[in-house]
T-cell receptor
């Protein structure tokens, strides 16, 4: 089966600009998660979708971050306006009901 | 709330030597436990997982981990490492109910030297 696809793989933007990250989960996986790793620190949970509904968005840093999942398929994570501290690697993962996800390769975001 | 502690940030080891990457967790509820691996310039891959049953779980490339409930540990071991095992390893825990939100440790960088 195809894996979790994320794009772009890299993005460099200026502070104050907008960036949209996209994640295509494995077909049939209702659960979709976004995580972020900043500056080599822990991988932090951002939010969890079940199909098109946000199940848990307790990890979203602030209201500059907006996640959507259209029709329960792909998901986007928009950062507007981007700040320097938003730099990091953003991972998407998808899975079925039992534990253990399949991760994408991540999007490395650099805000300058 | 759950937390994961990986006791070593970096582990250098010679090829063919044994290795143990340590992981302790805390949780007030029953959990699932995982080890993920990130090879250079790649994404995260699930290495092995404990969901239930036998406390010793194995991966296809020779790693194993043992769930120890009394010590709240899930250490990762390999009896003989290869250069290709050089990577960053993440221990992770999630509740076995609800949304399966996963909490990760800070990671351990394994350097295998010739």
């Amino acid at each position: 089966e195809a894996g979790v696809t994320q794009f772009p793989s890299h993005s460099v933007i200026e502070k104050g600009q907008t960036v949209t990250l996209r994640c295509d989960p494995i077909s049939g996986h209702d659960n979709l998660y976004w995580y972020r790793r900043v500056m080599g620190k822990e991988i932090k949970f951002l939010l969890h979708f079940v199909k098109e509904s946000k199940q848990d968005e307790s990890g979203m840093p602030n209201n500059r971050f907006l996640a959507e999942r259209t029709g329960g398929t792909y998901s986007t994570l928009k950062v507007q306006p981007a700040e320097l501290e938003d730099s990091g690697v953003y991972f998407c993962a998808s899975g079925r009901r039992t534990g253990g996800y399949t991760f994408g390769s991540g999007t490395r975001l650099t805000v300058v | 709330a759950q937390s994961v502690t990986q006791l070593d940030s970096q582990v250098p080891v010679f090829e063919e030597a044994p290795v143990e990457l340590r992981c302790n967790y805390s949780s007030s509820v029953s959990v699932y436990l995982f080890w993920y691996v990130q090879y250079p310039n790649q994404g995260l891959q699930l290495l092995l997982k404990y969901l239930s049953g036998s406390t010793l779980v194995e991966s296809i490339n020779g790693f194993e981990a043992e769930f120890n409930k009394s010590q709240t540990s899930f250490h990762l071991r390999k009896p003989s490492v290869h250069i290709s095992d050089t990577a960053e390893y993440f221990c992770a825990v999630s509740q076995n109910t609800g949304g399966f939100k996963t909490i990760f440790g800070a990671g351990t960088r394994l350097f295998v030297k010739a």
